[in-house]
């Protein structure tokens, strides 16, 4: 199957600053990424669809000033979170759609601790 | 509001045997379906797609699809102590382009 990769793998951070997480395609070039959170004992849930060279579309109750999803180039998303804060602590997981066979694959993920 | 019901187990098969995987889906424009593995810790892992009527089968891994009932299940034949894990239910109603909609998860632990 395709691959994607995340960076960093973890991330500890003091309140109040901001976390970049890459996702990138690594074998496929990947129009639309997408960017999921997920809590302890819970479901992935959709953050927001980030297509590239365009605006991210977010789900709601999601900030789009506090999570800034950048897609320049066709093999590369960017989360940042902007200002953490103790609850923003998660598992943030990124996909990557692979229009030939319309399959979303995931990278490993991203968990982020927010002291 | 798009949703996907599994039951979250956890389902406790004996090694060797059949588990059986069901979710239920609310939004009858899915067109897409998937079932994703994912360890604790871990990003969930592809197992199997499926996008229209009937059965698939992939190796020990077999999806069905009933769309009239709004249904999907996975069947792993031969449990083994490696498949015991999180699996997820995961539907896509715009073709691929939306992100999905993931049930909960189904906690399967096969007993040695």
């Known amino acids: 199957g395709a691959v994607v990769s995340q960076h960093p793998s973890r991330v500890i951070c003091k309140s109040g600053t901001s976390v970049k997480i890459e996702c990138r395609s690594l074998?496929?070039?990947?129009?639309?990424m997408f960017w999921y959170r997920q809590f302890p004992k819970q479901s992935l849930m959709l953050m927001a669809t980030?297509?590239?060279?365009?605006?991210?579309?977010?789900e709601q109750g999601v900030e789009k000033d506090k999570f800034l999803i950048n897609h320049a180039s066709l093999t590369l998303s960017t989360l940042t979170v902007t200002s953490a804060h103790p609850e923003d602590s998660s598992f943030y997981i990124c996909?990557?759609?692979?229009?030939?066979?319309?399959?979303?694959?995931f990278g490993p993920g991203t968990r982020l601790t927010v002291l | 509001q798009k949703e996907v019901e599994q039951n979250s187990g956890p389902l406790s098969v004996p090694e060797g045997a059949i588990a059986s995987l069901n979710c239920t889906y609310s939004?009858?424009?899915?067109?897409?379906f998937f079932w994703y593995r994912q360890y604790s810790g871990k990003s969930p892992e592809l197992i199997m797609s499926?996008?229209?009527?009937g059965d698939k089968e992939d190796g020990r891994f077999t999806a069905q699809l009933n769309k009239a009932s709004q249904y999907v299940s996975l069947l792993i034949r031969d449990s083994q102590p490696s498949d015991s894990a999180t699996y997820l239910c995961?539907?896509?109603?715009?073709?691929?382009?939306?992100?999905?909609?993931f049930g909960k998860g189904t906690h399967l632990i096969i007993q040695p």
């Open positions: 980030s297509n590239e060279g365009s605006k991210a579309t977010y």
């Open positions: 074998d496929f070039q990947a129009t639309t």
């Open positions: 995961a539907v896509n109603t715009g073709g691929g382009a939306d992100g999905l909609t």
């Open positions: 996909s990557a759609r692979d229009a030939a066979t319309d399959t979303q694959y």
């Open positions: 499926i996008y229209s009527n």
């Open positions: 939004d009858r424009g899915s067109q897409s």
